[in-house]
């Protein structure tokens, strides 16, 4: 019985006999936490785990057993998230054999066979190889074939590896660019794209069903040493994937390699010697190390958050080092590199490019190469891929030059299983991106690859180079060709969930389902995804998918379009604005910034209240 369920009896309880004495209340309050806690101790058998709970019980922390085992983390289609620590709401060996044993019976119910094949990769958090271990043992328990990578690999790796080695699922041990505490399990279907529903329910129940570990052999970490059904992988991946990537190098012969000194940082992650390797496979000189970060530390000790998509200060040491070697360009991985940032030097300053900006560079790189080299494929088969919170700048592109562009629900899961299926059809899907600073070019992985990108925006700074142009410079053409597209983006941090609700249920609580004016401009349309409805369509319907997290687009009628939604992954809520502007060479793009920014901080602060919410800003 979950503690939310014991605290609703207890107040019917109450209203039924007021003379129940509070420390009745107070006994089955904890009795419940207790009896949570004792059957984790039934079947956990990791010693540290096993000494954090026994001493939470000893202290009598209420407060800490209610977070820890109070409730199950939930397994959605982000796979799971979350601290590491001990209890059913964490990440942990035991929940991690729990989703382990759960995912490999829903795909032998899937496939029809126990004789499928798992690819399992790990970053190098703490934990994260024993994590993959446990993961390894539960599959081989189960009769799969297992390849396990034997050392850290960027996530995009085990992407790229179930397509490869033709695997009915792969599971990747990482929590991305979350803080140190945290450890994640992603899981990817056999089309190689991160699972959609309704695999992340049926996944769910067969966790729900596959609690109890599967014996000793699960919880010994050499169980797949040697296991004639476990074949490690890494160098034979490493070797395919760059000759699979090397499709999307379009430089060509005649512009030279070494006229940009690049610099780069894997901000304490796996992603340095996978990115030099994907420079050496396009011909690329080294780049400039930034020594303090180049190799895995799940500490993050030089970084607050180790994220490059903070901006200028995660990039601080790598501008440092930048500026020592008269490096012009910065490429940055987060820890487990599926994202990549740029930051550029333009007239003597330090750019940081937003994920927009990369988005729209690399979709035209990639078009203006791609069809120059297939010119007998017909425009109408070529589509491009963007998330629903990410610039349109690719849409207008489209319009004028003859190809598709495909909108979808935030998260490269509806990005990469788009892809999958537009392929299947025989369409030609060259570029995916989202505004998080997260790219796919080509389908070789099917999902945002920071590793295929960091050579491919190399490739593109190179061949500006050539022209005596930087990244930006590039930017302001496309600017006048296709439109000024400015875009704004931020995020407050709240961790309460209820609050959250709250917050939401107000925005929908106006007449008609929304306000009708925000910040002195009239409301165009509203579409509300989590509903699945929009006011903007004839039918009153969202052509998105619905979803369950919070997330509503405004359209203004000044062009402005603003979406606000939660994270899935992250105690955050997010807001995204952009605003197209028709421009010509004496259009003050500063002006354009100002104006769109002042009216969605008016607009965001009707509508969320952050201050009057406790909302945390974004330092």
Known sequence: VKVKNIVVMVFLLISTNNSVPLFCVVELLIGSMTSQAEQWLSMDKYCPTVEETKALLAAGDTEALEKQFGTRI???????????????????????????????????????????????????????????????????????????????????????????????????????????????????????????????KGIATSINANLQPWGDDVWDESFSDGHEKCKCTRDEVTKAYNEAVISSSYLANNIPRDSITFTYTAMHGVGWEFCQKSFDAFGLPRFVDVKEQVHPDPEFP??????????????????????????????????????????????????????????????????????????SVPKESIYMLASAVSSKMIGTMAKEEGFNFVETLTGFKWLGNREDDLEQEGMHPLFAFEEAIGFCVGTNVIDKDGVSACAVVAELCLSLAHEGKTLIDCLNDLYLKYGYHCSYQSYFICTDKELIDTIFKRIRSFEGGAPSTVAGVAVKSVRDVTRGTDTGTSDGKCALPQQSSHMITFTFENDCVLTLRTSGTEPKVKFYSEIKSDVDSRTDFGRVDKTLTTFVDEAVNFLLRPQENGLIPKK
């Open 74 to 200: 939930a397994f959605g289609t982000a796979g799971l998230r979350g601290k590491m620590k001990a209890g059913f709401a964490c990440m942990n060996d035991l929940v991690v054999i729990q989703a382990s044993q759960g995912l490999a019976k829903y795909v032998e119910e899937k496939v029809g066979t126990q004789d499928y094949t798992v690819v399992i990769g790990y970053d190098g958090r703490h934990n994260s190889k024993r994590f993959a271990k446990r993961t390894a043992a539960c599959f081989l328990k189960a009769g799969a074939n297992v390849i396990l990578f034997n050392d850290i690999v960027p996530t995009p790796y085990v992407a790229f590896s179930v397509k490869y080695h033709k695997c009915a699922v792969g599971v990747m041990v990482t929590a991305s660019h979350n803080p140190k505490d945290d450890n994640g399990y992603k899981v990817y279907w056999g089309n190689g794209a991160q699972i959609i529903s309704p695999h992340d």
């Open 302 to 375: 030089t970084v607050e958050y180790p994220n490059p998509e903070e901006g200028k200060g995660a990039l601080k040491l790598a501008m440092e080092t930048a500026d020592a070697a008269n490096s012009t360009v910065i490429l940055a991985n987060d820890p487990d590199a599926d994202r990549l940032a740029v930051a550029c030097k333009h007239e003597g300053e330090w750019i940081v490019l937003k994920g927009n900006e990369i988005g729209s560079l690399l979709a035209w790189w990639v078009f203006k190469n791609w069809t120059e080299k297939n010119p």
